[in-house]
């Protein structure tokens, strides 16, 4: 069974860090592209940045909000993926999703699996 | 950057109908779309992806349609567990992997 746990949550103030994991299982992590999703409260979905794997690359993108505060990396040895949010502000308030390109393809990366969500609160 | 447009913002309807919500795109986003469910307290689920492939688990009552810049999510017959919010996403340009604001499909 395919599961995505994220971690790492809480509470910050702005101008803080933090740092996000997704525990991937029950598929091949090392091949799949995965990305995360953002929801603020109330709001629709934002998609934040994507890391390829590592035999495309590995390279990242980023959404223009977060471009140059956020970091995504992986670590295939322990099947894990990570945000690391820097300078936060009160905006990045959200839940924080992983969600990974597993049936699909570098041609067709529609996010076919989902995590449960973290969430991310920015407030002094 | 491609954006997304999705009509109606909020659906009401009754079990039983025929429900059809609409997802228009910016720019020709070719048949790189993609169709999730999400309801209140859950992460978002793929129903369609390729503008018309039901992803593996989804009812036949869910199908979409369309190409280029003009899609359709239907569900033949609404069922009580239907009622949620449903997002397009668009996967042919990217970054960014835009998605629309959501439809809300609520019971009448």
């Known amino acids: 069974e395919v599961q995505l746990v994220e971690s790492g949550g809480g509470l910050v103030k702005p101008g803080g860090s933090l740092r996000l994991s997704c525990a991937a299982s029950?598929?091949?992590?090392?091949?799949?592209?995965v990305n995360w999703v953002r929801q603020a409260p109330g709001k629709g979905l934002e998609w934040v940045g994507r890391?390829?794997?590592?035999?495309?690359?590995?390279?990242?993108d980023y959404a223009a909000p977060v471009k140059g505060r956020f970091i995504i990396s992986r670590d295939d040895s322990k099947n894990t993926l990570y945000l690391q949010m820097n300078s936060l502000k009160t905006e990045d308030t959200a839940v924080y999703y992983c969600a990974a390109v597993i049936t699909g393809t570098p041609a067709d990366p529609y996010f076919d699996y989902w995590g449960q969500g973290t969430l991310v609160t920015v407030s002094s | 950057e491609i954006v997304m447009t999705q009509s109606p913002a909020t659906l009401s309807m009754s079990p039983g109908e025929r429900a059809t919500l609409s997802c228009r795109a910016s720019q020709s986003v070719s048949s790189n779309l993609a169709w999730y469910q999400q309801k209140a307290g859950q992460p978002p689920r793929l129903l369609i992806y390729?503008?018309?492939t039901r992803a593996t688990g989804i009812p036949a009552r869910f199908s979409g349609s369309g190409s280029g810049t003009e899609f359709t999510l239907t569900i033949s017959s609404l069922q009580s567990e239907d009622f949620a919010v449903y997002y397009c996403?668009?996967?042919?340009?990217?970054?960014?992997?835009?998605f629309g604001q959501g439809t809300k499909l609520e019971i009448k």
């Open positions: 029950g598929f091949t992590f090392f091949t799949a592209w």
């Open positions: 390729g503008a018309s």
């Open positions: 996403q668009q996967y042919n340009n990217w970054p960014p992997y835009s």
């Open positions: 890391i390829k794997s590592k035999t495309s690359g590995a390279t990242t």
